[in-house]
C-alpha cells in the first residue's frame, strides 16, 4: 500500500516553519550561553527547588540532619550568584571557579510550595554532578520547548501566522527572550501564555470543523499545563485572556449589536480581578498601614497616587529599562527604547485595524494590566520600583499583544514588518552583548570591546562568547527574513489567485 503523497506546497510549508523554528531556538540559545549561572532573577531559589524537591534528591542533594527544613547541596546551585553581585555589576563571574565542590545548607527552596511543583520535578530530570552542565541543558530544554512550540502555534493560524511570530519576537525583544532561554519559572508561563492564545485563535478558525479542532485543543491542553505549573498567578493571567477571546466570539455570533452583554462582561472582568487578588479596598488604603519608604512619609494615599504617576516607569521595565537578570544587568537605552517603540507601532496598528469590539477588548485588558500593577504594589505597601518587579506581568503582556494582533481585521503591510524586525533585531543584538559582557568581565568594561579580549569567565565548551553574539544577533536577523519573505510570497500568491477570478 503506496503512502500519502505530501504536496510540493505542504512539504516547502513544513519546510519553512522548521527552518524558523531553529532559527528561533539558535537566537534563545545564544541568550542561553549568555550568562552564568545564577543570572536571572531568584534563580538561587529555582535551582535550590530543582536540585532538592521537598524531600531531596541525593546524591545531589540531601537534607539536612542538623536544621529543620534545610537541605545540603553545592554552593553553584544554592547561591551561585552571590559572587559576582558585589560591585553593581562590575565583577565577572570568573568568582564561580572557587565554588566549586563547596556545599552549604539552606532552606531557601519550594519547601511550603508557594510555586507549583510541576516544573521544578521535571527539570529535576537534567540534574547531574556538573552543575554549569545541567544549568545550560535546562536552559537549552526551554529554548527548544518555546522554539517548537510558537512556531507550531503560529502556524496553525491561516490568516496570522506570520504575523503573530513578528509580533511575539518583537514583544518578546529583549526580555522575554532572556526569560524564556532561562531556569527561571516563567519561562513555561511565557511559552504557556502565547500557545493559549494561539490555539484558542486557531480553534475559533476552525469552529465549523470538529476535526480541525483536535490539534488546537491538545495544543490548549499543552498550554494550560505549563502555565499552572509554572507561577500560581498562571490561572489568573488565562482565565483574564480567556474572557477577552470569549467575548467578540459572543458578540459576532450570538448578541451582535447588544451593547449590555459588553459593559456586563468588562465589569465582571474587573470583578474577577480584583476578588482573585484577595484584598479589600479598606484594607489597602487603612490610614494605620501608613509607612516611611526612602525616607519619605507615605500614607495609603500618598502611595497609591505615587504609583500612578509612575506608572509608565514600571511599563518601560517590560522592554529591559530597569535591567536583566537581577536588575544590576544594565542593556543600554538604545536596547529598551527600540523595543518598546516596536512594540507600539504593533499594537497601534493592530488597534487601528481593529473593529468597535475588539478594541473595547483590548482597553478592557489593558486597563486589567494596570489596574493590577497599582492593587499589587498597594497591597505590598511599595513604591514601584522597589519590590514588584515588570517580569511578573510580563505572560499578561504578551497576551494582550497577541490577542489584538489576532484580532486585526488586515495583515501587517511589509514596511511595517520591515521597520519593526529591524528595530527588534538592533534591540536583541545590543541586549546580548551587554549581557554576554556583564559576565565575561564586568560591565567597567567598554561593551564594543571584544568580547574574547580578556576573558575572566566562559563556559567549558569550544564556543567563544564574540561567536555567540554572533550567532544571537545573525539567528534573529535571518529568523525575520523568513518571515517577511514568507509574508511577502504569500501576498504575491493571493494576488495571482485574485487576477485568476
Request: glycine content about 6%.
Amino acid at each position: 500500500m503506496r503512502a500519502p503523497k505530501i504536496s510540493k506546497s505542504f512539504a516547502r510549508f513544513i519546510a519553512i516553519r522548521a527552518l524558523m523554528a531553529l532559527l528561533l531556538f539558535m537566537t534563545l540559545a545564544a541568550w542561553s550561553m549568555g550568562s552564568a549561572v545564577g543570572g536571572s532573577p531568584d534563580e538561587d531559589y529555582v535551582l535550590t527547588s530543582i536540585w532538592c524537591g521537598t524531600e531531596g534528591n541525593p546524591p545531589y542533594c540531601r537534607k539536612d540532619p542538623d536544621r529543620a527544613n534545610a537541605m545540603i547541596l553545592p554552593i553553584m546551585a544554592a547561591e551561585p550568584q552571590l559572587c559576582y553581585m558585589p560591585g553593581n555589576g562590575t565583577e565577572s563571574a570568573h568568582c564561580q571557579k572557587y565554588l566549586f565542590n563547596q556545599e552549604i545548607s539552606t532552606d531557601n527552596y519550594n519547601s511550603q510550595e508557594r510555586y507549583p511543583k510541576g516544573y521544578f520535578d521535571f527539570a529535576r530530570k537534567f540534574v547531574g554532578s556538573d552543575i554549569e552542565k545541567s544549568v545550560l541543558v535546562i536552559r537549552f530544554f526551554n529554548s527548544l520547548l518555546a522554539s517548537v512550540i510558537i512556531v507550531f502555534g503560529t502556524s496553525l493560524s491561516r490568516r496570522n501566522k506570520d504575523d503573530f511570530l513578528i509580533a511575539f519576537i518583537t514583544v518578546a525583544t529583549p526580555t522575554s527572550l532572556y526569560f524564556l532561554s532561562s531556569v527561571n519559572t516563567i519561562s513555561w508561563t511565557l511559552i504557556g501564555v502565547s500557545a493559549f492564545v494561539f490555539s484558542f485563535f486557531a480553534g475559533i478558525e476552525n469552529l465549523a470543523s470538529i476535526g480541525k479542532l483536535r490539534i488546537p485543543i491538545a495544543l490548549l491542553i499543552l498550554a494550560i499545563f505549563l502555565t499552572v505549573s509554572s507561577r500560581s498567578e498562571g490561572k489568573f493571567t488565562l482565565t483574564v485572556l480567556s474572557f477577552a477571546m470569549v467575548l467578540p466570539v459572543l458578540v459576532k455570533k450570538i448578541v451582535r449589536k447588544n451593547k449590555t452583554i459588553i459593559a456586563v462582561t468588562a465589569v465582571s472582568l474587573f470583578y474577577f480581578v480584583f476578588t482573585n487578588l484577595n484584598y479589600s479596598l479598606l484594607d489597602l488604603f487603612n490610614k494605620s498601614n501608613s509607612a516611611v519608604i526612602d525616607g519619605v512619609f507615605y500614607s495609603p494615599l500618598n502611595l497609591f497616587i505615587q504609583n500612578l504617576i509612575d506608572l509608565p516607569k514600571f511599563l518601560t521595565g517590560f522592554f529591559g529599562a530597569w535591567g536583566l537578570g537581577w536588575f544590576e544587568l544594565r542593556i543600554g537605552d538604545l536596547s529598551w527604547l527600540l523595543a518598546m517603540q516596536s512594540c507600539l507601532m504593533i499594537l497601534g496598528y493592530s488597534f487601528l485595524k481593529s473593529n468597535k469590539v475588539n478594541r473595547i477588548v483590548f482597553c478592557c485588558l489593558t486597563g486589567t494590566l494596570l489596574f493590577s500593577i497599582l492593587i499589587a504594589n498597594q497591597s505590598n505597601f511599595s513604591q514601584i520600583g522597589n519590590d514588584i518587579q515588570p517580569r511578573y506581568f510580563l505572560p499578561f503582556l504578551i497576551g494582550i499583544v497577541l490577542i489584538t494582533v489576532g484580532a486585526k481585521t488586515v495583515m501587517f503591510p511589509l514596511s511595517l514588518s520591515v521597520f519593526v524586525a529591524t528595530m527588534s533585531v538592533i534591540s536583541n543584538s545590543i541586549a546580548l552583548r551587554w549581557t554576554l559582557r556583564r559576565y565575561i568581565t564586568g560591565q567597567d568594561i567598554f561593551v564594543a570591546k571584544s568580547l574574547n579580549n580578556r576573558v575572566e569567565w566562559w563556559w567549558g565548551f569550544n564556543l567563544n562568547p564574540e561567536t555567540v553574539w554572533i550567532l544571537g544577533s545573525s539567528s534573529l536577523i535571518m529568523l525575520y527574513t523568513v518571515i517577511i519573505y514568507e509574508k511577502r510570497h504569500s501576498r504575491d500568491l493571493n494576488l495571482r489567485a485574485q487576477m485568476n477570478v
